[in-house]
């Protein structure tokens, strides 16, 4: 019989727990939640749903948006947290370079009215800014990368102007509840605009 996995996301977890033997969601806690020292991190609210016509499953991660934070910390600060966790600081410039361009994901993906230009890294979404000449990149997106969850559960890292963006949606009391792409957009856009400068007081 042929399996088809549903979607890309399970494969890299599929991919991990067959090579390095460990429970993915034990990984998580041993070698996220723990080192970053998440405050409401919960192992038994973590699951692996199965599939009913395949013999692989999903993964429904569930964090507060205090530790959601912490983890968009952890990649802001990548030069820093990550060589003291994993000893190399590039896997975080390696998993948020754009692979798919905005261009090859087209408008299949994104609901109407999406404004954002991101492409797509290894499980991150990259921003692709409008390039301009002498490979100029400009503006306050520049570099930014974004973990998109179920019904606008989202982690939002601006490097360029050191700021993380943890945003979450209380789906399991209501699982109509939602935050739409060019909504969350917006609430990016608002952030943006009301980052102070350095004289700020």
Same mark, same amino acid.
């Given at each position: 019989?042929? #399996?088809?996995?549903? %979607?890309?996301?399970?494969? +890299?977890?599929?991919? $991990?727990?067959?090579?390095?033997?460990?429970?993915?969601?034990?990984?998580?806690?041993?070698?996220?939640?723990?080192?970053?020292? $998440?405050?409401?991190?919960?192992?038994?609210?973590? &699951?692996?749903?199965?599939?009913?016509?395949? +013999?692989?499953?999903?993964? !429904?991660?569930?964090?507060?948006?205090?530790?959601?934070?912490?983890?968009?910390? $952890?990649?802001?600060?990548?030069?820093?947290?990550?060589?003291?966790?994993?000893?190399?600081?590039?896997?975080?410039?390696?998993?948020?370079?754009?692979?798919?361009?905005? &261009?090859?994901?087209?408008?299949?993906?994104?609901?109407?009215?999406?404004?954002?230009?991101?492409? #797509? *890294?290894?499980?991150?979404?990259?921003?692709?800014?409008? !390039?301009?000449?002498?490979? %100029?990149?400009?503006?306050?997106?520049? *570099?930014? $990368?974004?973990?998109?969850?179920? *019904?606008?559960?989202?982690? %939002?890292?601006?490097?360029?102007?050191?700021?993380?963006?943890?945003?979450?949606?209380?789906?399991? !009391?209501?699982?109509?509840?939602?935050?739409?792409?060019?909504?969350?957009?917006?609430?990016?856009?608002?952030?943006?605009?009301? !980052?102070? *400068?350095?004289?700020?007081?």
């Amino acid at each position: 019989m042929r #399996y088809i996995l549903r %979607t890309s996301f399970e494969l +890299p977890g599929i991919a $991990f727990e067959k090579l390095t033997h460990k429970d993915l969601l034990d990984a998580l806690r041993d070698e996220l939640a723990i080192p970053l020292r $998440f405050q409401d991190f919960d192992r038994a609210r973590q &699951e692996k749903p199965p599939y009913n016509d395949s +013999p692989h499953y999903g993964y !429904k991660l569930t964090l507060s948006t205090r530790d959601m934070a912490r983890l968009a910390l $952890f990649a802001l600060g990548s030069d820093q947290w990550v060589k003291t966790l994993w000893a190399s600081p590039d896997i975080i410039q390696f998993s948020t370079y754009s692979t798919t361009r905005f &261009e090859e994901v087209g408008d299949w993906y994104w609901s109407p009215g999406w404004i954002g230009r991101w492409g #797509y *890294g290894m499980l991150w979404w990259a921003w692709e800014a409008p !390039k301009y000449p002498c490979d %100029t990149w400009t503006g306050p997106y520049q *570099g930014a $990368f974004s973990a998109m969850g179920s *019904g606008g559960q989202n982690i %939002t890292v601006f490097p360029l102007l050191d700021i993380v963006v943890a945003h979450k949606v209380n789906i399991d !009391k209501d699982s109509s509840r939602g935050v739409s792409g060019p909504t969350y957009m917006t609430i990016l856009d608002l952030v943006v605009d009301a !980052k102070c *400068g350095a004289s700020a007081r």
